[in-house]
């Protein structure tokens, strides 16, 4: 089994810039393609990023693109995803979501392992 545990959320102003981690439990997180997700109060969660094992193949949603970097480092177990040019509608709580195989990245349904999620909120 793997654990995922996020952390680096919080509040901060319109324009700003956070950065999110996320660090696995276990052997497998070299194997594994990762991304994020965010859900917003009373909307569906939503894919953000994605990241191929290797780290050599980004996804992003059009939302972000431009602003989010989704970045890892297998040595650590760790993932992140730097946000620059915060927006009020990027509030959410934002989780972190590994799996050995993906062919559609961008639906919650092929990600077998979740973190409990973190909050970030902008503030405009």
């Known amino acids: 089994q793997v654990q995922l545990v996020e952390s680096g959320g919080g509040l901060v102003q319109t324009g700003g810039s956070l950065t999110l981690s996320c660090v696995a439990s276990?052997?497998?997180?070299?194997?594994?393609?990762m991304a994020w997700f965010r859900q917003a109060p009373g909307r569906e969660r939503e894919f953000v990023a994605r990241?191929?094992?290797?780290?050599?193949?980004?996804y992003y949603a059009d939302s972000v693109k431009g602003r989010f970097i989704i970045s890892r480092e297998n040595a650590k177990n760790t993932v992140y995803l730097q946000m620059n040019s915060l927006k009020p509608e990027d509030t959410a709580i934002y989780y972190c979501?590994?799996?050995?195989?993906?062919?559609?990245?961008?639906?919650?349904?092929?990600?077998?392992?979740w973190g409990q999620g973190t909050q970030v909120t902008v503030s405009s």
């Open positions: 990241l191929s094992w290797s780290g050599g193949s980004t």
């Open positions: 276990g052997r497998t997180f070299s194997s594994l393609v």
């Open positions: 979501a590994g799996s050995r195989v993906v062919t559609v990245p961008t639906s919650s349904l092929q990600y077998n392992y």
